[in-house]
């Protein structure tokens, strides 16, 4: 359940960003058609197994990626990515907080740019940042 709430967290600050930088943002399966032309975000969360540290506890410790690939019309300078990929960076940067409902999180390791992918029209470059909270059980 927690998952979905540190997911929540970090999608809200997505979602506003890329409101106010007109970029579009593909989030899991949900419906989406990219605008011809213009870099899109396609966004995924990656659940690691929910762990319990104590015996007995009230909490239960949540740890997963979260990937935000950048899909860029080929063309482009690499640049491009590259460039809102630091400035998600900035938006989720390593300690900032992940605080949705009852779900307490963190940011635990900084966005780390991944490798170029070519495909036919476009070419992405996924990114990834790591998060660990905890909520209530």
């Known amino acids: 359940m927690s998952h979905a709430l540190a997911r929540q967290a970090i999608e809200t600050k997505l979602a ?12 899991g399966v ?10 899109y975000l396609r966004a995924f969360l990656l659940p690691s ?6 015996l007995g506890t009230d909490a239960l410790e ?24 630091a400035e998600l960076n900035a938006l ?9 409902g009852a779900f307490e999180g963190q940011v635990v390791e900084p966005l780390a740019q991944g490798p170029v992918i070519p495909e036919d029209a476009v070419y992405t ?4 940042l790591t998060y ?3 909520a209530p059980t």
Not at 30 to 39: H, I, L, R, W
Not at 69 to 84: A, D, I, M, N, W
């Open 132 to 134: 660990q909270g905890s």
């Open 30 to 39: 949900e419906p989406f058609k990219p605008q011809a032309d213009q870099p």
């Open 16 to 27: 506003a960003w890329a409101t106010a930088k007109g970029i579009g943002v593909a989030y």
């Open 92 to 100: 989720l940067p390593l300690d900032s907080f992940l605080d949705q």
């Open 62 to 85: 949540y740890r997963g990626i979260y990937q935000i690939s950048v899909v860029t019309p080929k063309g482009q300078p690499q640049s491009v990515p590259e460039g809102l990929i």
């Open 125 to 128: 470059i996924p990114a990834t």
């Open 49 to 54: 197994s929910t762990t319990c540290r104590y």
